[in-house]
């Protein structure tokens, strides 16, 4: 049996989209753009004239819809104007960069991502997160690989509200926890082996480059702290994400995010923000309280969640609604031991104590 490796490739600085006509130039003349409003306001300045540097014309500029939802997707896909372009260009944040990706992978056409913040790992990975129209959890949709080139202009990513990039950190903090805990004491082939190994040391990096990278972001400027996040974020995680099976990818802490799905609460908080807590119950669970105290001392420094309270889930009822949603995963289906919902509860709890 065959075995397909397909690695993320980027370019990330302040000249990325400098590049576009040397990875971009093979797939054919023309671009459909498809992004968010405010990432499409951001960047096109920068963006059009670089696709006119490349020789490249775009058919239309689409706004992805405001969810990365399948009633968006199909949509976009019915449109003209994005049928018959060469290529599709994915543009902002992970929801409208899942968007055009799933677009794109409808219509079998390469996708090129443009993330403008750096808030998780959409713009390198092969996974779309998407949702229904009400905002819960659809689950994923993984395609056969990344986008064919990621081009992460550091210059617009800088000068977005700081919060993106804290919660990408936040993010980027579960997959080390996530992968290494799943596969622990298991015989992996090559390409799973790879994927948890790529990840070891990405916590520590983050935790070592995390303060300064924010104190930059809330200036918007641009430091090699930030550089060394983004790269942790879009370039680390993705690796580890994409050589994984489905199995590896995620624990409890992704769990965690879709069951917040359905609380309203799930729209006021970003992504990473709410994974970054589910990653204090998977070390929890793992019994690794060294570590789960070194990551909530680093969290509560830069002010990443360290309680539900945090997230505004404050009643019992509440959490129950997200563990019943959570529980409908399966990402803790594959774990050292096995897991049920009262561990699950009884991990929550402790990770609540230390707050007392």
Known sequence: MSLSVNLPSFTIGPDAYDEIGKYAGFAGNTVAIIGGETALAKSLDRLKPAIEKAGLTITTIEWYGGEASYGNID??????DVAKADMIFAVGGGRAIDTGKTVADNLSKPVFTFPTIASNCAPTSAVCILYY????SAGSYRIDAPAVHAFADTT???????????????????????ASF????????????????IVQGTNERLMANGVEALAAAKKHELSPAIDNVILEILGTTSYTSVLV??????????SFYYGVTVLPQGEKHLHGEIVSYGVLVVL??????????????????????????????TTEEDLALVLDKAMTTDHVDVSPFPIDRPMIEDAIKAVEALND
């Open 75 to 80: 949509r976009l896909v019915a449109l003209e």
């Open 284 to 313: 929890q669970l793992a019994g690794e309280t060294e570590r789960l105290t070194r990551l909530r001392n680093f969290m509560i420094e830069v002010g990443l969640p360290t309680s539900l309270a945090a997230l505004d889930i």
């Open 182 to 197: 799943s596969a622990q004491g298991r015989d992996l082939a090559y390409k799973n082996a790879m994927g948890v190994h």
């Open 133 to 136: 129209d009400n905002h819960e």
């Open 156 to 178: 617009i990513i800088a000068e977005a509200p700081e919060q993106y990039i804290w919660a990408g950190i936040g993010d980027a903090l579960s997959k080390e926890v996530e």
């Open 245 to 254: 099976d489905h199995a590896y990818n995620g624990h409890f802490a992704h």
